[in-house]
Each structure stands twice: as C-alpha cells, then as structure tokens.
C-alpha cells in the first residue's frame, strides 16, 4: 500500500463523521458531499504526517469549508433565508443504517434544521461544532476569526433562539406515528374538527413547492383546512417513513414521489409539517430504503 492508498484509508474512516458535521451546517445532502469532498483534497495537498489529530484536522477544514458555503448561499438567495427547506434523511420505518444515524446525531429533526438555517453562518457553525460535536472554543475561534470568547458568546446566542424556537419533539417513535395516523385518517375523512384536534394550536405548516414556490401557514385551523382540501382532491398512496428520524409519510403518484412529510410531534400533537414537493429536488432522493 503506497502513502496516497494509506491516507484515503485513514479519511475514510472518518467520512460519516465528516459528512453529519456538513449536513448540520448546510443542510443539503448534495453540498455535504461537497464539502467532505473538499476535505479530502485539501488533504492529499497537505503534509499530513503533520497532523497529529487527524479527526481533529478534518472537522476544522469541514467547518472552513462549510462557513464558506453557508456565507457564499446568504449573498446570493433572494428568498428569505428561513423559508428554505433542508434536504429530508429518509429510512425505513423499522430504523435507519449507521451513515443515517450519524447524519441525524442528537436528533437533527427539519424542524431543528430550520431554526439553524435562521443564524448567521457563523453562530451556526459555532453552535454545531461545540454543542452538537464538542469542538473546543479554542479551535472554532480561528475558523470565524474571532477570539475563543466571542466564538462562545456567538454559541450562545445561537443556543438561545434555538430553544426559543425548535420544538421539542417526542422521543417514542410509536407515540409519533399515533399522532400522525390519526391526522390522516382525519384528513381522508375530511373531518375538520379531529384535524383541529390534532394540531397544536400554533402550529407551523411549511412547503417547499419548487417552481410553484413556497408556503408558511400558522395555526391548526388554518393548516386544517390546507390538510383537508389537499386530501379532497388528492390519488396519492401514502407510504410510511422516517423522516429524519421522525415518523413521516411519502407520497407517491405509482413510482414516482410526490412529497415527502415531516411531522414533529411535542405533547402529544403535531407542532410543525415540512413539507418537499418540489419535483426536481424529490427527484434526487434516494427512496430505495423503502422498497
């Protein structure tokens, strides 16, 4: 085995890891990829019998990498920033495989990714490299270009308009996908009031329709109403899923998808839906784990 074969072993063993730190920064699969890929070049020019923390190494060129990313997409999208939807991790009901399960560390919900996408690039990168991956202050510091207490007053900012606005989701995935069978079984009935019933009362309803554009409704009337008029007129098979490691449905027109949902269920109602239905990006979702 030469040097070269050597190193790409060595980085592959960090690969999962390297592509969870990406996904929370960036929330899309496809720039993930990009930026772990970014990685590994940097590496193959670097002197890497050098590093002596070669984990260490690689989380801090992902989260340059990322920081980039995220500062090059906020000068350039007209939209408002957070009403783009991350990409959904889809599994099986009975569970998800060791990449998934890395990707969606301590719970990475839509919902929570949301929030994220509402923080400057660099509170974002401070708060997930410390709080969900424990880089040191001391090495996210020199990343943002501040000094190891201005990275953590950063951390801390973006910590508190987290839990002011992430929901807290249930934990039992069975008492998940209660909640959000009893919801549709309400929508197919077209039965308003267990709708109602079934949504928190402030309740947020977002969708990322593609070329249509995109929706944001707030409350369970108003999002009662959308659930029943869609399910009126809709032929679509619901197929059950983990979305993100939450229970969510797929909807499909024969083989081909047509939304993916995302129920974040807190108390014992449905607190906040994101809904993908835009063709192109659905269309890059690997399904396979469904079959």
């Known amino acids: 085995m030469d040097e070269r074969e050597f190193l790409a072993e060595r980085f592959e063993e960090h690969r999962t890891h390297l592509k969870a730190v990406a996904y929370r920064m960036l929330g899309s699969l496809a720039e993930a990829d990009d930026a772990v890929q970014e990685a590994w070049l940097r590496l193959s020019r670097s002197d890497a019998g050098a590093v002596v923390n070669l984990g260490g190494w690689l989380t801090t060129v992902v989260g340059r990498v990322c920081l980039d990313m995220l500062r090059s997409r906020t000068s350039r999208r007209e939209d ?28 990475v919900g839509l919902a929570l990714l949301v929030v994220l996408e509402s923080l400057s690039p660099a509170e974002r990168l401070a708060f997930v490299l410390h709080d969900t ?87 369970a009337r108003t999002v009662a109403g959308q659930a029943a008029a869609f399910s009126r007129g809709a032929a679509y098979t619901s197929r059950p899923a983990l979305v993100n490691g939450t229970a969510g449905v797929v909807a499909m027109d024969g083989d081909r998808p047509v939304s993916v949902l995302s129920f974040t269920v807190s108390g014992g109602r449905i607190v906040a839906i994101d809904i993908l239905a835009d063709p192109v990006r659905l269309a890059r979702l690997d399904l396979s784990v469904l079959d």
Not at 88 to 93: H, R, S
Not at 193 to 202: K, N, R, T
Request: hydrophobic residues 45%.
């Open 133 to 219: 991956f424990a880089v040191p202050f001391e090495e996210i510091a020199p990343i943002v270009g501040r000094s190891p207490d201005a990275a953590r007053q950063l951390a801390s900012r973006a910590r508190r308009r987290v839990r002011g606005a992430a929901p807290v989701p249930e934990r039992d995935r069975a008492r998940q996908r209660a909640v959000v069978e009893a919801f549709h079984a309400a929508a197919r009935a077209g039965d308003f009031e267990a709708l109602v019933a079934v949504l928190d009362p402030d309740v947020e309803l977002r969708a990322d329709l593609g070329a249509a554009g995109r929706q944001h409704l707030r409350g």
């Open 80 to 107: 408002p920033i957070d009403e783009w939807l991350p990409d959904p991790v889809i599994a099986a009901p009975g569970g998800t495989d060791p990449e998934q399960e890395a990707l969606l560390a301590d719970s």
